[in-house]
């Protein structure tokens, strides 16, 4: 008689402490994405400038076609020069934080956080010029925090979605309007 009370106690017990909790359910794309996301921080973890083949980035992990591309050859030479500057920031991220303190999941699990914030259409504040809601969708997007503090997220990744590649590291807010920093816009 004890054997099944505990048991139907600890099954009641965890049904109803389990239902705050939302399922964080991953899609088929959310695991790509962060498959990219681990293989790029494994790949550049500690190394060196020199060590990192901008090859490699661009034909595994990061999203540069649009650059590599265009016809425009001193447009082109600006970018590369951009992107060696802004991914030293990205690098030093997953460097001073440690690839055992990192991680990353879909930002639409940070619905009730601020960080989601231009995500949501209906609490951004963001307008175009013509006064219409603006914002971004959270597909594609994930949040990067510290393994001990999941629920404060540190900024947001985005990927190029054919591709699962990393696009955008890089937020920026100005003027009232958040866009993410790519290289199309150097």
Known sequence: MRIPLISLLVLVSSFVLGQDKSPE????????????????????????RAQISRDTLFTNYVYFENVLNDTDTERKERRVIAFDTLFCFFKKTVDSIGLRNLEAKPVRFYKNHKIYEPFDAEKSKQKTLAGEKMYAKHDNVFAYYRKEDP???????????????????IMLSQGGYRYFLTFNLL
């Open 151 to 169: 629920k404060e997220p540190l900024g947001v990744l985005l990927f190029e979605p054919d591709t699962d590649k990393l696009a955008a590291w």
């Open 25 to 48: 359910i991953w899609t088929e794309n959310d695991n790509a994405q962060y498959a990219k996301l681990k293989g790029l921080a494994n790949y550049i973890y500690k190394k060196e």
